[in-house]
């Protein structure tokens, strides 16, 4: 039995210990707003936050995330988080969406660590993240509008 901190509620699961968190979070818990691109770590489709850090769900075995706070796309509510999904809305960033649950988790996470990021540093924040779709003149804009946002809140 592994018990997992899952958006602020902690959840026993009955499954084995090197099992990737994706699975669990998508087949145990039924929460499939985290999605899976390539189950490698490389392209950021399966991003959740780890003690607010963006984290690749595919390889990231529930035995090594027990104790941590995580936090998934269904219920994460922040001032960043609501300044990037409207920006996302505004600049229309969404083509085929695949990708954008893992591509707003990392904007968030930027976001609610520095405010007012330089292209180069919403670069480095998300270039763990890939766009099939190659939206990333649109998703660089929606961050920095977001950071806009943000700082008219201060």
């Known amino acids: 039995m592994i018990s997992l901190k ?3 509620k ?7 210990p090197d099992t990737p968190l994706l ?5 145990h818990l039924n929460m499939t707003g985290t999605k899976l691109g390539c189950g490698m770590a490389l392209c950021g489709a399966c991003t959740v936050h780890m003690n607010g850090t963006p984290v690749r769900s595919c390889s990231l075995p529930v ?5 941590a706070d995580i936090q998934t796309i269904e219920t994460i509510n922040s001032p960043a ?8 809305r505004d600049l229309d960033v969404v ?3 695949y990708c954008q649950s893992g591509q707003i988790m990392s904007a968030t996470a930027l976001l609610q660590t520095n405010n007012n990021p330089t292209d180069e540093q919403i670069d480095a924040a998300m270039s763990g993240n890939l766009c099939r779709c190659a939206t990333y003149h649109r998703i ?4 920095h ?6 700082g008219e809140k201060v």
């Open 6 to 8: 899952i958006n602020g």
């Open 10 to 16: 902690v959840q026993q699961l009955d499954i084995a």
């Open 23 to 27: 699975w669990a979070l998508r087949d």
């Open 63 to 67: 035995s090594a995330v027990a104790g």
């Open 81 to 88: 988080f609501n300044a990037v999904q409207q920006a996302w």
């Open 95 to 97: 083509q085929c969406g």
């Open 140 to 143: 660089r804009a929606a961050i």
């Open 145 to 150: 509008q977001a950071a806009d946002q943000l």
